[in-house]
Every structure is written in structure tokens, then in C-alpha cells.
């Protein structure tokens, strides 16, 4: 099965920027999706595409990718972003997706 | 609007069987892949199966390939996991969700328990 790496937590004060990395063997070819979480909720696509946002998103949120490391980037972080993290993705030849471990993310 | 309202999780006991059911409406459910993901509790989350629109190609996680049938009923709108042979790993809330990977919208998930 195919893996993606995210670091465990992450932890800025309010107004900070916020940057969650993902690394995958396939992200250099395969595009990385971004979902957040809140306690109790199902997951919300913030960034689809490596770096596209769907409508609704505040434009604080963004995303790159860079060889084999996609990253989620939350400019001028706010309480209300507190939440979990995933990246997800495919392996190069689209039969297995994954999830990454999840980032939980700190804003205080 | 969109709708994805998933039903069947119950508690079962180890060795067993279930069926989950994904009811969509507000979307042509034959233009989409269709995706199961699950989550322990206090875990992250897992994809399971997805399903390609015409139910042609499926696609599992190694941890239930063999044990998990997906399908799906365009014609009725739905879409299934069989579970067999269930085991306390597989104790989640199951989600379904609209999309190969790139998920806009997703059910408020159904609880499955496995246990004696």
C-alpha cells in the first residue's frame, strides 16, 4: 500500500503562518489533495489539486508541491483553523490512494 | 443539494457480515467515481475502495482486498460495501465520499462496531 508522511502536530499562535508538509514517492507526479477535520465533523476539502482551493475556502489557505513533498500553507493562522490535517494522494499507477497520518494542528 | 447519506453500520460480532449502504441525491451519481474511507476512533483516516463510474474498476486497501466487496446501483442512486469476515481492526465510522480523490462532499458516516 502506498504511504504519505506528515509530521504529528504543528503549533502556531494566532496570526502566524502555518506550514504542514506530505511526503510520497508519487507526489512528484500525482496530484496531493488537502483535508481538514474538527472533533466530531466529517473532512472538508480545503485544497484539491496541489494548490487549488474550492469555493468556499478562505484564500489563507494554500497549497504547493515540490518533487516528493506537497505542503498545506495557513497564512495568518486562526483559532478557528484548529483541527486535523490529511493530506491524500495516489501511488503512480492510481490503484492504491492514501491518506497521510494526519496533522494535528495548534492555534493558540 | 447534495446529498450523501450512508446507513447499515451496526454492532456485530467478530467473523461476521455487513452490508453499508450510500444513499445520493441532488448529483448524477453515474458521472462520478465513488470512494468508502473510514476512521477508527482517535485515528486518522483510512481510504477503503473507491468504484469507477459504470462499477467497471474497483480498487481496495490491502487490509480488506478480499474481504470487502464495493458496488453500486446508478440506477438507484446508491452506493454498497459488503464486509465479511469482519474483525475489531475494522471497528470505524464509514464514510462515503463523492469523487476518486478529490472529495467535495462527503455522508455524515455510519458507525461499525465489531465486537463479542
Known amino acids: 500500500s502506498y504511504e504519505l508522511t506528515q509530521p504529528p502536530s504543528v503549533s502556531v499562535s494566532p496570526g502566524q503562518t502555518a506550514r504542514i508538509t506530505c511526503s510520497g514517492d508519487?507526489?512528484?507526479?500525482?496530484?496531493a489533495c488537502w483535508y481538514q477535520q474538527k472533533s466530531g465533523q466529517a473532512p472538508v476539502l480545503v485544497i484539491y489539486?496541489?494548490?487549488k482551493r474550492p469555493s468556499g475556502i478562505p484564500e489563507r489557505f494554500s497549497g504547493s508541491s515540490s518533487g516528493t513533498v506537497a505542503t498545506l500553507t495557513i497564512s495568518g493562522a486562526q483559532v478557528e483553523d484548529e483541527a486535523d490535517y490529511y493530506c491524500y494522494s495516489t501511488d503512480s499507477s492510481e490503484t492504491s490512494v492514501a491518506f497521510g497520518g494526519g496533522t494535528k494542528l495548534t492555534v493558540l | 443539494e447534495v446529498q450523501l447519506v450512508e446507513s447499515g453500520g451496526d454492532l456485530v460480532q467478530p467473523g461476521g457480515s455487513l452490508r453499508l449502504s450510500c444513499a445520493a441525491s441532488g448529483f448524477t451519481l453515474d458521472s462520478y467515481w465513488m470512494t468508502w474511507v473510514r476512521q477508527a476512533p482517535g485515528k486518522g483516516l483510512e481510504w477503503v475502495a473507491n468504484i469507477k463510474q459504470d462499477g467497471g474498476v474497483k480498487h481496495y486497501v490491502d487490509s480488506v482486498r478480499g474481504r470487502f466487496t464495493i458496488s453500486r446501483d446508478n440506477a438507484k442512486n446508491s452506493l454498497y460495501l459488503q464486509m465479511n469476515n469482519l474483525g475489531a481492526d475494522d471497528t470505524a465510522i464509514y464514510y462515503c465520499?463523492?469523487?476518486?480523490?478529490?472529495?467535495?462532499?462527503w455522508g455524515q458516516g455510519t458507525l461499525v462496531t465489531v465486537s463479542s
Open positions: 489539486e496541489d494548490s
Open positions: 508519487a507526489l512528484p507526479k500525482k496530484y
Open positions: 465520499a463523492r469523487g476518486r480523490i478529490q472529495h467535495d462532499y
